[in-house]
């Protein structure tokens, strides 16, 4: 059960930031960015804020781990602007795409386990012919859109070692072939995952060599865990923005 609200009990706005952390400042400016609701004003013209301000502020706080600090703000602003249905329909676009996360990351794992030495252990672009186009190649813009990338990206993997397309001899046009587009899809998952392509290009070096799993497992491991750790965090999120509902009533 939420607390009380009929009391009249008035708190401060470093009665709200002490318990967490915050400086008076950062509980002003969520105010003002439509994250708490706007607070009382004294005669005097001083902030004055309710136990209901406090559960905007924990459900704020408890949804950022899950959500991110952009998705967090427009969900609690959509509460407070009386608006409920679009900060559930954002919260279900963060559970969508925590499963697409956890779908790429499952696809990325069974492609590496089928992998053969042969395919992986290819030589680069510069010692090999430029053949055409085989019938599994991809060119840039259709690769691009299946990540969700845009090209110029793929092209600063390119630079980066991450991916070693070949050239179509009558075009010009970078082709990406099975090996290429798992190297993307490689480079794409560890990027969602924090990784920076400095660390990402030994590891798919590895993988092209090794033909395997094994190089990427700690990797892997570590992906899984932040997937986990979201999916937790989500939770928790959605118990107190659940309960500051309660109180708003």
Do not use: C
């Amino acid at each position: 059960m939420g607390r009380n609200l009929q009391s009249g009990e008035r708190l401060r706005p470093v009665d709200l930031a002490r318990g967490h952390g915050l400086s008076t400042q950062a509980v002003r400016n969520y105010e003002e960015a439509g994250i708490l609701p706007a607070a009382g004003r004294t005669e005097h013209g001083y902030r004055t804020y309710t136990p209901l301000h406090a559960a905007a502020l924990r459900a704020f706080l408890a949804l950022v781990p899950g959500h991110g600090h952009r998705t967090a703000t427009s969900v609690m602003r959509a509460v407070n602007e009386g608006t409920d249905e679009e900060a559930f329909r954002l919260i279900d676009e963060s559970h969508a795409q925590l499963r697409d996360d956890r779908l790429t990351l499952h696809a990325v794992e069974s492609a590496l386990r089928g992998l053969e030495p042969t395919k992986a252990s290819r030589p680069t672009t510069g010692s090999r012919p430029a053949p055409a186009p085989s019938p599994g190649g991809t060119f840039i813009g259709p690769l691009a859109g299946q990540l969700g990338i845009r090209p110029a990206t793929l092209r600063k993997w390119e630079r980066a070692g991450l991916v070693s397309p070949r050239r179509d001899p009558l075009t010009g046009y970078r082709v990406y072939d099975e090996a290429d587009v798992r190297d993307a899809r490689l480079a794409h998952q560890l990027r969602r995952g924090g990784y920076l392509l400095e660390q990402i290009a030994p590891l798919i070096e590895q993988v092209r060599a090794a033909g395997g799993l094994e190089p990427l497992e700690a990797a892997l491991r570590d992906w899984h865990d932040r997937l986990s750790a979201r999916g937790r965090a989500m939770l928790a999120g959605a118990a107190e923005l659940e309960a500051y509902l309660r109180e708003r009533g």
